[in-house]
């Protein structure tokens, strides 16, 4: 049962190619429901599914659909297909540009007795208007020349910015709680950076 949904499955896209419609009548339910929120006759079942071929097929006249991948689980079946067209006449009020679009999705049919029945769609609606010119593809944005600046160096250091240092910046040294005790007793000014030495012995 499971071939027998993927080969329906597969003439509903070759229905689209083709543009026939009766070939629907065998395949969708008469009550279909099909979940697609960008079809305007997603609620008319399956004259509302021929609407929506005749609909796509006058904006894109050699439409072509390739089967990508195809899945059969139970009684649904996942395709996972990419569309390309021409568009060559008007799609929902939006003029033919001429322009030679591709989109992607993916469906899935669930069946009874053969036919689908209900079916979930969901495909690059954004990418399509984007290829014929419908939506602007947005710009990415270029770094002004402030941007582009050096950023001022809030780092402190012995010698300025460590960025801009040529050698490796040097942590200051720390005196231990033992130098700091002897080394006034000692006489002993330099930078401690180990042991203090012995104090002096006393004439």
């Keep these: 049962?499971?071939?027998q949904n993927k080969a329906a499955a597969r003439r509903?896209?070759?229905?689209w190619e083709q543009g026939d419609l009766d070939a629907l009548d065998?395949?969708?339910a008469a009550d279909a429901i099909d979940h697609d929120p960008y079809n305007p006759h997603a609620n008319e079942g399956r004259e509302g599914f021929k609407k929506t071929i005749a609909m796509y097929r006058e904006a894109f006249p050699d439409l072509h659909f390739e089967i990508e991948d195809q899945i059969a689980e139970g009684d649904k079946v996942v395709t996972r297909w990419a569309g390309t067209g021409t568009h060559e006449g008007t799609l929902m009020g939006m003029e033919p540009t001429g322009t030679r679009a591709t989109t992607r999705?993916?469906?899935?049919d669930r069946f009874e007795d053969g036919k689908i029945v209900e079916s979930w769609n969901s495909w690059d609606t954004l990418g399509m208007m984007q290829n014929i010119g419908a939506i602007p593809e947005p710009q990415t944005p270029r770094r002004s020349v402030a941007s582009r600046r050096r950023r001022p160096c809030r780092s402190r250091g012995a010698r300025g910015c460590p960025r801009r240092s040529s050698g490796r910046l040097r942590a200051p040294r720390r005196r231990s709680a033992a130098c700091?005790?002897?080394s006034p007793r000692a006489g002993w000014r330099a930078p401690?950076?180990?042991p203090p030495p012995p104090?002096?012995?006393r004439a």
């Design 1 to 3: 049962m499971s071939d």
């Design 12 to 15: 509903v896209f070759e229905a």
């Design 199 to 201: 104090p002096r012995p």
């Design 192 to 194: 401690c950076s180990g």
């Design 105 to 108: 999705g993916i469906g899935i």
């Design 26 to 28: 065998d395949l969708v």
């Design 180 to 182: 700091a005790r002897r």
